[in-house]
């Protein structure tokens, strides 16, 4: 069945880096959209980049533009989200879906399948 993990939170200092992981199952993450959310306290989710099958087409908001960038391994089944100079705001659940869609869907819309979230904290 369709299954993704994520892995690599953890506690960063404001402009510091980090690398989350999405290890997919149960389909091959090379043909399909991936993308990633985050959701942080008292605030809603918001899709912070997607990436599209094959082509391997990117998407971001502004508020990670230049910062966050998606990538994948297609040998490992893996999509990762490398976030650089980071944010006290950054704080956040950080999770990675999929629709099984060709192309990236928009943030906006449901996504059927879900990781379970890695925790990302940005502090001094």
């Known amino acids: 069945q369709v299954q993704l993990v994520e892995s690599g939170g953890g506690l960063v200092q404001p402009g510091g880096s980090l690398r989350l992981s999405c290890r997919a199952s149960g389909f091959s993450a090379e043909y399909v959209a991936i993308g990633w959310f985050r959701q942080a306290p008292g605030k809603e989710r918001e899709g912070v980049s997607c990436?599209?099958?094959?082509?391997?087409?990117?998407d971001y908001p502004d508020s990670v533009k230049g910062r966050f960038t998606i990538s994948r391994d297609n040998a490992q089944n893996t999509v990762f989200l490398e976030m650089n100079s980071l944010k006290p705001e950054d704080t956040a659940v950080y999770y990675c879906a999929t629709d099984l869609d060709y192309v990236c869907p928009g943030f906006g819309r449901a996504w059927g399948y879900w990781g379970q979230g890695t925790q990302v904290t940005v502090s001094s």
């Open positions: 990436i599209s099958g094959s082509d391997g087409k990117t």
